[in-house]
């Protein structure tokens, strides 16, 4: 098996027609679940979403094309949004490029902005080949390797010793704003030194900021 992450700069005919504004109060989204509906030519999203949970309400008003939509806040600056409406013509070109026997989409597709998506798909070699044959000109591929996936989920990215590292640490109160804990009550509970504790602590706090800059 191979995987691939790719970067989508969509040109303006892909984009999502909608005014800036709204689009501007979303700094992140992460499609979740997408289902097609060919009969009825709709389809629909369930996307977490970093942004103001209010902005998707303006953005269904502006576009005529959202049939119905679905807010649940999860704080004040993220959501999961659901999103039902007509199917585009970019869209069946952007998610009919991966329709690829033999090769599926590894959820979720991160959107960053208008024109950036970031996909990332597993699959055999003669699909994946025929996927890179296929893509569009404006496709850049940031990945092409045997499947090792370092998973936009915390499960991908942390070893246990990290998992273990952060949750000491969190319940010892180091992470509260004041902090009230200290990093050697974290290193006497993962029963190491203070300068293995420090190092596990950043390592996993590293690949947690890789994962919310996606890279």
Known sequence: MQSADLTLRLPPSMQLP?????????????????????ESETVRFLSLVVGDPGALGDLAEALESVHRYDVTP?????????VEMDLRAADATLLGTFDV??????????????ENVHVTVLGEPEAMSGLL??????VEVTRVSE??????????????????ALEVARDAGYYEIPRSGELATVAEELECSESAASTLLRSAEGELVDAALRR
């Open 18 to 38: 909608a005014p800036e504004e709204p689009l501007e109060s979303f700094r992140r989204e992460e499609v979740l679940s997408w289902e097609v509906d060919e």
């Open 74 to 82: 999860i704080d004040a600056e993220t959501f999961y949004g659901y």
């Open 101 to 114: 026997p033999g090769l599926v989409v590894v959820p979720p597709m991160v959107y960053t902005g208008r």
């Open 133 to 138: 044959e296929r893509a569009p000109d404006d």
């Open 147 to 164: 499947h090792q996936r370092r998973s936009e989920t915390l499960a991908g990215r942390l070893t246990a010793r990290q998992f273990e």
